[in-house]
């Protein structure tokens, strides 16, 4: 793996670990270190590693952008930062692997749009979410994008127009986080549910989670047009091929990818 000013990357078997690493700074983010994060993401899509686990070091996961980057610029350099913070949203996505978010302290504005934006999300009970802006002078217009479709409407509309942080519990109720387990689980727990989220065929696994962000949030017409042509296609994938021979005759698939 590269190396980095603000990031940590550490494989480990098939999963790589990626960890925000300015924690004197809250692990914000600049526009220096939204690139190196869209640098490993991309480097890691193309290896051929299973599972990607997004972290943050020091007492939060992210404080979200960093308002040092952003108040020195003009609004063609705003719009440059929050592109290439859509692009990594973006991307994250549109891997291969599945990524998820190992969530401790604070998670806020564009922090909370990464774990939003993420596949799947594990939060310590320690955690909080917030989108603040809605109690500040710079409304969180782009974190709101990815939670609105995680939450809900009206519990997106609490959390941008109060600003207020929502606690673990309720952000699993809510959906924005798939488990909360006490702090010293966290890491087991991340584990775990990665574990069973990357069993099978790691190409149809792909193709999987392509297609549902690709029919999420169209009608339902649409989303089945896109499904059902990609299903069929992905019939006859080796990976396909095998796990359903190895089902007709009862035995342990041996998964070509």
């Known amino acids: 793996m590269g190396e980095y000013q603000h990031i940590l990357v550490k494989r480990d078997g098939a999963t790589v670990t990626i960890t925000m690493n300015r924690a004197s700074r809250r692990n914000s983010l600049t526009e220096e270190h939204l690139r190196e994060l869209l640098a490993a993401f991309t480097e890691v899509g193309e290896s051929d590693a299973t599972g ?3 972290a943050g070091a020091g007492p939060v996961f992210s404080a979200g952008h960093d308002f040092g980057d952003v108040a020195e610029r003009d609004l063609v350099g705003v719009r440059e930062l929050l592109q290439v913070c859509t692009e990594l949203m973006h991307t994250m996505q549109s891997l291969p692997q599945v990524v998820v978010a190992r969530v401790h302290g604070l998670a806020t504005a564009a922090g909370c749009q990464l774990v939003a934006s ?5 939060a310590a009970e320690s955690a909080g979410f917030a989108l603040p802006g809605g109690k500040g ?17 009206k519990r997106l509309m609490e959390m941008a127009l109060t600003g207020d942080v929502v606690d673990a519990v309720t952000a699993q109720d809510w959906g924005l986080v798939n488990r909360v387990v006490p702090d010293a689980e966290l890491d087991e727990a991340v584990a775990e549910l990665l574990g069973r989220a990357t069993r099978g065929s790691r190409a149809a696994k792909a193709l999987g989670k392509q297609t549902l962000y690709s029919q999420l949030d169209r009608p339902e017409d649409d989303a089945y ?16 091929r095998e796990g359903m021979a190895a089902f007709l005759e009862k035995r342990t698939p041996d998964w070509p990818d």
């Open 118 to 122: 993420c596949d799947l999300a594990v």
């Open 225 to 240: 047009r896109i499904a059902v042509e990609v299903m069929a296609a992905a019939s006859q994938l080796p990976g396909a």
């Open 52 to 54: 990607i686990v997004l």
């Open 137 to 153: 002078g710079w409304f969180c217009h782009t974190p709101a994008v990815p939670v609105a479709r995680t939450v809900g409407r």
